[in-house]
């Protein structure tokens, strides 16, 4: 067995996420050896990156440092391509990122973005994309294999006292039933997995369209070229407040549902802002604390993304829903799977996943890997098999490497739960007088 | 070493200047640097008084400027010195580019600079210290003066010369100037308000400035400083966040200038291939304006538009990026440091030959991309995309409002171009090479600055 086997064969071992760094380090210091020499050969973006860099040995964690890249590098591809409908020089692009070959995938006829991912998965690139709040989405290719993974990761939820598969759950799931993001493939896996098939709810029926969110892409180009007219702007924002008026709707429709079956074990599956939500519609039909059922699952995670809540907010409801389940990570649609949280609201390390804390360029250590160290969050995951997966994010994160601590019950690597944003670019003060046209497209579609 | 030590020993204590005064202090930490705690009432001169230098004659105020200027070309203090050291220390500058800059400024405070200053952006230089007098048609008569203004500039740090011409301007106006410092030039504005002091102090001139941080967006001093009460203008450098940090202050008596964030284009037409000399000169000419401030001013070109064909322009990338790697007078040969994240988008290029082609490394001596498409990002750090037209006048669909400066070879082109890139949005066309330089006695981003800086208030009959 690899030593890359070895750490993907810890998942739900009962120390899985618990285990010490003095088990773990030598492990993940021969699987990244391994992984490293079979990548380069694949990949000529990571192999010049190795060459340019001078990495050559891996001596230590830290040596991998100059290979991680960051998340531009998954939507590095020119907007252009899309545009002007160049799906095989897309393909092609991807095809640069990606360990497996791209002979298989049918480029005939290809109508659009989302016609596209649909050929790649038919080739067997089950690939996930971002948001892409830009415009610009990333396309983060999987193989079955990779997926096969999430699958067994999903396997047992709300770990440290876990439950597992058994189609007795209602599903509510705050988002379109489907669509090429990690976080609606996970929960279709989840509904199949745990849901009543009789009793699945999605906020909308439809698929998540690519196409929607690249319109917005050639809106700016538009805009930026001044080809765009004022009633095409005006069409464009009323479109959204429409889609929103409509999707507010359906949410009061679905805090019904909830309210009524709340006697009952559900999955909720949503952002904090949407829990929050739930909570104050089921308050107003005059839903006291306490009342759901004890094996229902609050599924949620990252941060607020710039909503107006009390900084209690969390306590506020989980006093509110009572004494639930809850699944909780700190992770990202480019990692396999989000390190889960304790009891005490600290995130835990997966074996396969190397964590790293950079300083606030991204370059060098934070500090040692002891002790408790505060920087730019980047990892290297060694689980993937369709691609290099070491990147280095914008979250500014604690880590503390230490065995043991007296703020949590369980040992092992954790991430401290204050995860912040690093200042974007023009927030550091650092005042300039270059700019682009970015700074004159205002109102929603510049946002 | 103890946490604390490490940031005591990294720690730079930034000067405040305050109506002629300097101030010392480190009360206020910001990471890397810290300032005296900020006493928001001596940053207002209240409106029941007139600023000192109101009613100083022109010709005073232009020969204390010279006197700065001389001062500052000998720096007795050192306070030039020490501020070149500390911008070299944590600046973004390369060291031989903010020497030279540093070099520069004294011959900005010439006599001779300032007259073509006021008489070009304001139309004379009898309007600040008197009337002038009109009759209209009708026969009425009035008169009318450009009378001081009340300040806030919020400058920009990426060249040291936008301090320079803020102090000579704000100094011109008479008014009352509040100068906010940017955090990538903590330095150069008080430097020469220190050498200012020094020339003349307590002189009207000298208490009509004060340079001081905070920082953008604090709503604890913005909110309370910017109102109408105590400025007339709000004058901005660029910085989306500063100018949205703006807006929301900007109403009746209490006006923006904004010199706004900009981005510069080149436009080559097929008469460069027309031999080789010609060729290498122009590849030189497009250099010289690419690595302005190694390409972090909004004159810097980032785009270059050319008329040839895949092979000619291959043949002009390969010279230009030699080119880039060399030192000039506002570039350094290899000092600049390209963020991880262009790397990676330049990289990824890298493996989409045909369709794109890559010259040069990313180790800060230039890289130049080849493309049928202008590309997605934003090029700095030394880094130029050139795209291949069918004419310069397609080219023109990219320019935009945000287009600065136009270079254009061969300069008998512009003639037919210019109008096109003004009705596009653009507001300065020059000859390829020739983007460094002028914006003084000319309009600046569409606007005569000095005009807009003063009031203008008239006296009818």
């Known amino acids: 067995m690899t030593a890359r086997e070895t750490l993907l064969g810890m998942l739900h071992q009962p120390n899985c996420y618990t285990m010490s760094q003095a088990e773990l380090v030598p492990l993940q210091l021969e699987a990244a050896r391994e992984l490293l020499a079979e990548r380069r050969q694949q990949l000529p973006i990571l192999d010049r990156r190795a060459r340019e860099t001078g990495v050559d040995r891996i001596d230590r964690l830290d040596d991998l440092i100059p290979l991680l890249f960051s998340h531009t590098t998954f939507k590095s ?20 990122l990606t360990t497996r070959s791209m002979d298989g995938v049918d480029l005939g006829d ?16 089950l690939v996930n994309t971002t948001s892409g709040t830009s415009g610009k989405v990333s396309f983060l290719n999987r193989t079955q294999g990779d997926d096969d993974l999430l699958q067994r990761c999903l396997q047992q939820l709300c770990w440290p006292e876990p439950i597992h598969p058994g189609n007795k759950h209602h599903v509510f799931f705050l988002g379109p039933r489907s669509g090429p993001y990690l976080l609606l493939i996970a929960a279709n896996h989840v509904a199949r997995m745990y849901g009543r098939p009789d009793s699945l709810h999605y906020l909308s029926d439809e698929t998540l369209r690519l196409t929607d969110i690249t319109r917005m892409a050639e809106m700016r180009l538009k805009m930026a070229e001044g080809r765009a007219t004022p009633s095409e702007i005006a069409a464009m924002e009323q479109n959204a407040r429409e889609k929103g008026v409509e999707m507010a709707a359906r949410f009061s429709e679905m805090i019904r549902k909830i309210v009524a079956l709340r006697h009952e074990p559900m999955i909720i599956t949503g952002g904090w802002l949407q829990m929050w939500q739930i909570m104050e519609g089921a308050r107003a039909q005059g839903v006291g604390n306490g009342e759901f059922h004890p094996d229902t699952v609050i599924q949620s995670g990252g941060g607020l993304k710039g ?13 509110f829903f009572g004494d639930v389940r809850t699944q909780q990570g700190y992770g990202m649609s480019e990692m396999s799977m989000g390190f889960p949280m304790d009891k005490d609201g600290y995130y835990h390390q997966i074996p396969w996943i190397i964590p790293f804390v950079l300083d606030q360029e991204g370059v060098k250590p934070a500090g040692p890997r002891d002790g408790v160290v505060q920087g730019r969050y980047a990892y290297l995951d060694l689980s993937n098999e369709a691609r290099w997966n ?4 914008g979250d500014r994160v604690t880590i503390d490497f230490r065995e043991t601590r007296p703020e949590t019950r369980l040992p092992g690597l954790v991430v401290h739960p204050a995860i912040s944003r690093y200042a974007n670019i023009g927030e550091d003060d650092k005042i300039g007088c270059a700019g682009t046209i970015d700074a004159y497209i205002s109102g929603e579609i510049g946002a | 070493m103890t946490e604390q030590s490490r940031i005591a020993a990294t720690t730079v204590a930034v000067p405040h200047f305050v109506k002629g005064e300097v101030v010392t202090g480190s009360d206020a930490s910001y990471g890397s640097f810290a300032t005296p705690a900020l006493d928001i009432d001596a940053l207002v001169w ?24 001389e001062r500052m070309k000998a720096d007795p203090s050192g306070y030039l010195a020490e501020a070149f050291e500390a911008m070299a220390l944590v600046g973004d500058l390369d060291r031989g580019v903010l020497q030279r800059a540093y070099q520069h400024l004294p011959h900005m405070f010439t006599r001779e600079w300032m007259e073509f200053l006021i008489k070009g952006e304001l139309g004379g230089i009898d309007l600040l210290d008197g009337w002038r007098t009109v009759t209209d048609p009708g026969g009425r008569t009035s008169q009318y003066r450009a009378f001081p203004p009340r300040l806030v500039h919020v400058l920009a740090g990426n060249a040291p010369g936008v301090a320079a011409i803020s102090i000579i301007r704000g100094a011109l106006t008479k008014g009352i100037n509040l100068l906010k410092l940017p955090s990538n030039d903590l330095f150069t504005a008080t430097a020469i308000l220190r050498t200012l002091a020094e020339v003349a102090p307590g002189h009207p001139v000298t208490r009509s400035f004060s340079a001081v941080y905070w920082k953008g967006g604090d709503e604890n001093v913005e909110k309370y400083l910017l109102r109408p009460i105590f400025f007339d203008k709000l004058v901005a450098w660029g910085g989306e966040g500063s100018l949205r940090s703006a807006k929301k202050y900007v109403g009746p008596g209490f006006e923006l200038v904004a010199f706004d964030p900009k981005t510069s284009i080149s436009m080559i037409g097929r008469e460069a291939f027309a031999s080789p000399e010609t060729l290498a000169m122009v590849a030189e000419a497009a250099a010289t304006d690419i690595c302005l401030y ?37 570039a350094s040969g290899c000092g600049v440091r390209m963020p991880s994240t262009l790397r990676e988008e330049i990289d990824a290029l890298r493996s ?8 040069g490394k990313c180790d800060g001596r230039g890289v130049v991309i080849l493309s049928e498409d202008p590309v997605d990002f934003h090029p700095e750090s030394k880094t130029v995309n050139v795209v291949v037209v069918e004419s310069l006048e397609d080219a023109v669909k990219h320019a935009s409002v945000a287009t600065q400066t136009v270079g254009i070879y061969p300069p008998e082109r512009k003639a037919d171009l210019r109008e096109r890139l003004a009705a596009a949005g653009s507001q300065r066309i020059v000859t390829l090479g020739s983007a460094l330089g002028g914006g003084v006695g000319i309009p600046h981003d569409g606007f005569f600055p000095l005009h807009r800086l003063v009031r203008w208030i008239t006296d009818e009959c």
């Not at chain 2, 291959?314 to 007078?329: I, S, T």
Request: a negative charge; proline letters at 4%; aromatic letters at 14%.
């Open chain 1, 307 to 319: 909503a107006d809540l009390p900084a209690d907010y969390r306590e506020q409801l989980f006093e």
């Open chain 2, 46 to 69: 209240q409106r029941t008084d007139a600023g000192p230098a109101f009613y100083t004659p022109i010709d005073e105020i232009i020969d204390v400027l010279v006197a700065t200027g």
């Open chain 1, 110 to 125: 290809i109508t659009d973005i989302d016609d596209w991912v649909s050929r790649l998965w038919a080739a067997g690139h």
């Open chain 1, 390 to 393: 070491g990147l280095i994010t």
């Open chain 2, 294 to 330: 190694d390409q972090s001013a909004c004159t810097s070109s980032r785009f270059q538009f050319i008329e040839a064909t895949m092979e000619q322009a291959e043949a002009y990338c390969e010279l230009l990026q030699v080119e880039m790697g060399k030192e000039r007078l506002t």
């Open chain 1, 77 to 96: 591809y020119p907007n252009s391509f899309v545009q002007n409908g160049q799906w095989d020089r897309m393909t092609k692009w991807l095809g640069t």
């Open chain 2, 352 to 359: 989409l030959d045909p369709f794109y082609k890559v010259f």
